[in-house]
Nanobody, 127 residues
Framework: QSQLMESGGGLVQPGGSLRLSCTAP????????IAWFRQAPGKKREVVSC????????HYIDSVKGRFTVSRDNSENTVYLQMNSLKPEDTGVYYC????????????????????WGQGTQVTVSS
C-alpha cells in the first residue's frame, strides 16, 4: 500500500489560513520528492508546489508565492502545506503526490513525474 493521505482541509473565510498534511503509513516520505496539486471545480488539476528530498529545495507557482509554505517533518513522516491569506480562487481539492522512485534529485513541477496520489482534501474559501 503506497497510498498517500491528505488531511486538514475545510471551509475558511477569505484571508484565513489552513494547514494541510500529507502522510503515508507505509512509505518513507523523506526519501521522496513530494508535490502538492489542486483542482478547482471545472478546471484542470494544477501543481501548486514541490519539495525536494535531496536538499529541501521548494518551488511554488506564482499565484501562491508569499502565501503558501511547504515543509517536512521527517520524524512524523509528514509533509505540510501551510496556506495563509487564502483567496476564493484557492478553492479546490488539494492532493499530495510522489514519484514512483525514491532518492531522486530535485523535484519538478511536472504532473507526469508523479504517479502515487492521495485521495484529496477539500479546501473551500468563501465568506
Amino acid at each position: 500500500q503506497s497510498q498517500l493521505m491528505e488531511s486538514g482541509g475545510g471551509l475558511v473565510q477569505p484571508g484565513g489560513s489552513l494547514r494541510l498534511s500529507c502522510t503515508a503509513p507505509e512509505v518513507t516520505l523523506p526519501w521522496y520528492n513530494i508535490a502538492w496539486f489542486r483542482q478547482a471545480p471545472g478546471k484542470k488539476r494544477e501543481v501548486v508546489s514541490c519539495i525536494s528530498r535531496l536538499d529541501g529545495t521548494i518551488h511554488y507557482i506564482d499565484s501562491v508565492k508569499g502565501r503558501f509554505t511547504v515543509s517536512r517533518d521527517n520524524s512524523e513522516n509528514t509533509v505540510y502545506l501551510q496556506m495563509n491569506s487564502l483567496k476564493p480562487e484557492d478553492t479546490g481539492v488539494y492532493y499530495c503526490a510522489r514519484p514512483t522512485h525514491s532518492l531522486q534529485g530535485m523535484c519538478t513541477m511536472k504532473e507526469d513525474e508523479y504517479t502515487h496520489w492521495g485521495q484529496g482534501t477539500q479546501v473551500t474559501v468563501s465568506s
